[in-house]
């Protein structure tokens, strides 16, 4: 077992409400109960000694040399998902056999939130024999709580503050107590299986009946069954469609359902440079993340997901305001709490030693104008108003519009939330002519009130605003921020949100600007931090939002070689079983929270709008 194996060696399986993350080792080294902003149970892959792990592994055999000595022979791992599913599977091939750990959590029914969740660990030999050793060592409240062990025969029993964790397993296996841990060796024949079953709850539930063997069996048909369900109602068809399929299951595994909040990633503090300070939590929901994901799950037919956003978005407006007397904050926690207090964990040394490790995010109230503009964006998705928020939701958001006509020309911290100061941001401006532009279309379209002279007037000042001051004459490209000359990535959203056309004469030449400063080999920086200093120390690795944005562009301006040839080699930096991390480095490793779901948002909008101009094109050169 590595201590801190690479962010991208890792699976995830999740319950619509919580998540963990399984190394290809078969260590389930993330999980936290019960939401995913809640304190983690088992964190070593934030300190391998002190954040708890939960590790179900195969052992390493030994053979006898020519000299009669007992020599270890390797273990090699493989990972897989079962295709369309959230089930993650765990190979082990050795000398003596072939293993695999099965693994994956139940999805409780309806979308009621529940203090109880599981993880089923099924483990299975296909060939010869295979011996697995099981370790169970929980660490409550991220790691500063180690727990109280009651052993049981086939039951252990941990307590925490406030949240109680069994582990069962089925007869077949013998719990040992390893101080306040367990241990278990587990040596199993061709045909054979055996399972345990983790059941976090509130303190002082009973515990669950006793594991029979054909319990894991029936819960593993009942999960596979529905990832098969929700998959089929997938309307793409076209090129890439085993990634964009992984993408969407992995957005909806990050979707809390009792609220519809997405959360911007499964974990916290995983860094963006190894040793760096660069170390988030992204365990919340963004007003910006999430009200774009809702055009990429429309897109594919997934609209129950689009408007389960668009009503827990509906909901923020109707709360009358945030904290920080603004009709919106950019994040709140997945339940609509904009309370997200950052605190130093500073017990834990953090992914190879990358410190300090953040829980709680104190951008949270930060002035970041762009969110208006992917708000009303969400909402303008729907067919018709009326359909998703009426007339009510209707009057909440056109009073956030009135308001936004008097405070949209205000510097603010921007969409990539830098602690350097206040400034004129491009794309902040960009995204409010964004609300005007679909808050007018709304009315227009659905016949409701709004102050229309008022709003016109405000979207076509800021339009001239940014064709004006945003755009530099000397880069011929439009630039982060007014009076500058630095470019920045995130502006490939302007022909996505209709800003711009794409092949505009000045959109092309910002693209070509981008290509040649911003651009290594396909793989997109967001900005030069050197030129732009953003108040933090060290630096970042390409971002890979931006590279899908960068596909996205080159494909809606007619480049389609280079489009997709950006494309399939962005896909050549998914890990394994297809999932991405924030960022690339380097040396092409994945960095940052994982896995990412702005990453796999941006994936799929590339995706779909490549499929539709290689098809246009194809069909043109008939």
């Not at 921020?481 to 209709?498: E, K, N, R």
Request: aromatic share 10%; glycine share 10%.
């Amino acid at each position: 077992m590595r201590p801190y194996p690479p962010i991208a060696e890792h699976g995830l399986i999740g319950d619509l409400q919580t998540c963990a993350l399984i190394s290809s080792e078969g260590v389930l080294d993330w999980f936290c109960s019960p939401r995913f902003d809640s304190p983690s149970i088992f964190a070593g892959l934030l300190d391998h000694d002190r954040g708890g792990y939960f590790a179900m592994t195969a052992d390493v055999p030994s053979v006898l040399d020519e000299e009669g000595l007992a020599r270890e022979t390797d273990v090699v791992t493989r990972q897989l998902y079962l295709a369309d599913t959230a089930i993650l599977i765990t190979r082990f091939l050795t000398s003596g056999g072939v293993g695999e750990v099965v693994d994956f959590m139940p999805v409780p029914e309806g979308h009621t939130a529940t203090d109880r969740h599981q993880v089923v660990r099924y483990v299975r030999v296909v060939r010869g024999a295979v011996r697995f050793t099981l370790e169970c060592r929980p660490r409550f409240d991220y790691g500063r709580a180690p727990p109280e062990l009651v052993l049981d025969g086939s039951t252990a029993r941990f307590d925490g503050p406030g949240v109680t964790a069994y582990l069962q397993a089925v007869d077949t296996v013998s719990l040992e107590a390893d101080g306040q841990d367990v241990r278990a060796t587990i040596t199993l024949d061709a045909g054979e299986s055996a399972a345990v079953l983790l059941t976090v709850c509130d303190a002082g539930r009973e515990a669950p009946p006793p594991l029979s063997t054909a319990e894991p069996v029936r819960q593993f048909m009942d999960v596979r069954r529905f990832w098969h369900g929700w998959i089929g109602r997938c309307t793409y068809r076209g090129r890439w469609q085993q990634m964009v399929n992984r993408s969407a299951i992995t957005l909806k595994l990050l979707t809390y359902a009792p609220t519809g909040g997405p959360i911007a990633a499964a974990t916290m503090g995983l860094p963006e440079q190894e040793g760096g300070e660069r170390n988030w939590d992204y365990r919340y929901t963004w007003v910006r993340d999430a009200s774009l994901s809702v055009r990429a799950m429309r897109d594919l037919g997934f609209t129950d997901e689009a408007d389960g956003f668009r009503h827990w978005l509906q909901q923020r407006l109707q709360g009358g305001g945030a904290p920080n007397g603004e009709p919106l904050q950019i994040m709140y926690r997945i339940d609509g709490d904009p309370y997200l207090t950052e605190e130093v964990l500073d017990h834990l040394e953090g992914w190879r030693r990358s410190s300090p490790v953040r829980a709680g995010n104190g951008a949270a109230d930060q002035l970041q104008l762009d969110i208006y503009g992917e708000a009303v964006y969400a909402l303008a998705q729907a067919g018709q108003t009326n359909d998703v928020v009426g007339y009510d939701g209707w009057k909440r958001s056109a009073g956030v519009l009135d308001w936004l006509c008097d405070h949209w020309d205000r510097p603010d911290e921007g969409i990539w939330e830098t602690r350097g100061g206040r400034k004129d941001f491009t794309f902040s401006r960009v995204m409010c002519w964004v609300a005007f532009d679909r808050g007018i279309r709304q009315a227009m379209a659905n016949a409701r009130p709004a102050d229309l002279d008022r709003w016109t007037a405000t979207r076509d000042a800021i339009m001239e605003q940014v064709m004006t001051r945003g755009w530099s004459t000397e880069r011929k490209a439009f630039v982060q921020q007014y009076g500058s000359t630095v470019l920045d990535a995130s502006l490939l959203l302007m022909p996505l949100v209709g800003f711009i056309a794409p092949k505009d004469l000045r959109w092309l030449s910002t693209l070509d600007a981008m290509d040649a400063e911003l651009v290594s080999d396909s793989l997109v920086y967001r900005y030069d931090p050197e030129a732009s200093p953003d108040g933090l120390a060290g630096c970042e690795g390409t971002f890979s939002l931006c590279s899908f944005l960068y596909v996205y562009a080159l494909a809606r301006a007619g480049r389609l070689e280079q489009a997709r040839y950006a494309f399939d080699k962005m896909l050549t930096y998914a890990n394994h079983v297809g999932l991405f991390a924030e960022e690339i480095g380097p040396t092409g490793e994945q960095l940052g929270n994982f896995p990412q779901a702005f990453t796999h948002l941006a994936l799929i909008t590339a995706a779909l709008a490549l499929d539709t101009e290689l098809d246009l094109a194809s069909r043109r050169a008939q």
